[in-house]
């Protein structure tokens, strides 16, 4: 007997089962597999026994034979019944920063000038189906029972549940309805952390071909049509902008992100006030300045960060991981 996977692809989420290919076949064209291939494995994945898997959708005798919609019918049961979806494993891409980025932002202790160490960054925003995978694990930040002071009462309110996505989230969506602190502690739970604003920033600045098109007017024009569509659409799936030179989706025309220092980003409604000692006073070393107000996207984006709490949670705010690069330089 040989062991093949079956692979089988149910709302844009990959569900595979390891199944036993039996050395007898039934007559006609497509193999069959006995029920007692099916390891024990793919239950244990969703958490639930053997017998359980029986109570939920009963198999066929042994002497009958599994085809693979079959095993697509029995893995969709089990994501109906509310079984962890089976989330893919966060792919990164590595980026080689920059000693001298220049940034929109002009902090009072800069000039506009930072260096970016090398790191890496996951390619797309965290989905529902992995935001589900880490509550299933980390009872704490379930629905319902994180704290309040980390999570305000619209966390993750387009859930069905706490432990169920439902209609309004489907599992390659991007996750929204999330805090600064909730995402932090996904991060952290993958041995990573939110990207700081100057890592996200120099990523934004790639397109598919330049590791910063932000001269570039079409460039700019692109980015800015995202802000004119309505924000009453559902969320695209995940991946499915086009990858910049990096090899990284969706930082434009998904979700807004949260970045590690989001608090420290203060931008005045007036631009004759930046600058003004008032606000260097509230801040202190992040106070800070546009430098290029002409990228009027990346400056609504610091506006809607700089107007969030650390608790808040809203249906266009996601976020993604970073992580530093083996042996790079602080």
């Known amino acids: 007997m040989s062991v093949q996977l079956a692979t089988v692809s149910l709302v844009g989420v990959p569900f595979i089962a390891a199944v036993r290919l039996s050395a007898h076949r039934t007559t006609g064209s497509s193999s ?49 019944l509310g079984a962890p979806a089976f989330a893919a494993e966060p792919e990164w891409a590595a980026l080689p920063g920059a000693e001298s980025f220049t940034s929109v932002l002009r902090f009072e202790d800069s000039d506009g000038k930072v260096r970016v160490a090398p790191f890496e960054l996951m390619t797309t925003p965290v989905s529902n189906a992995q935001f589900l995978a880490f509550v299933t694990t980390h009872a704490e930040w379930r629905r319902g029972t994180a704290p309040v002071i ?89 991946g499915q902008g086009e990858a910049d030179i990096h090899g990284v989706h969706d930082l434009h025309g998904l979700v807004w992100e949260w970045v590690e220092d989001y608090a420290a980003m203060l931008v005045s409604s007036d631009n004759r006030q930046q600058l003004d000692p008032d606000l260097l006073q509230f801040c202190g070393a992040g106070a800070l300045s546009t430098d290029d107000r002409e990228n009027y996207a990346v400056l609504m984006r610091i506006a809607m960060l700089s107007a969030l709490e650390a608790d808040d949670t809203t249906g266009n705010v996601g976020f993604r991981c970073a992580r530093d690069s083996a042996g790079a330089r602080p």
Not at 46 to 53: W, Y
Not at 60 to 74: K, N
Not at 157 to 183: H, I, K
């Open 32 to 80: 069959r597999w006995p029920r007692s291939g099916l390891r024990d494995s793919t239950a244990a994945g969703a958490g639930l026994s053997r017998e359980s898997c029986r109570g939920v959708n009963p198999l066929p005798h042994e002497s009958q034979r599994l085809t693979a919609p079959s095993v697509a019918a029995l893995l969709l049961s089990l994501l109906l």
């Open 150 to 238: 980390f999570a305000e009462a619209r966390y993750l309110e387009n859930w069905s549940g706490p432990l169920s996505l439902g209609a309004q989230a489907m599992p390659q969506q991007p996750v929204t309805q999330v805090s600064w602190f909730a995402a932090q502690a996904y991060c952290e739970a993958q041995g990573a952390r939110l990207p700081t604003w100057a890592e996200w920033e120099y990523a934004a600045a790639a397109d598919a071909t330049r590791n910063d098109a932000r001269s570039d007017p079409e460039w700019r024009e692109r980015i800015l049509a995202w802000y004119s569509k309505p924000s009453n659409e559902a969320l695209a799936l995940v």
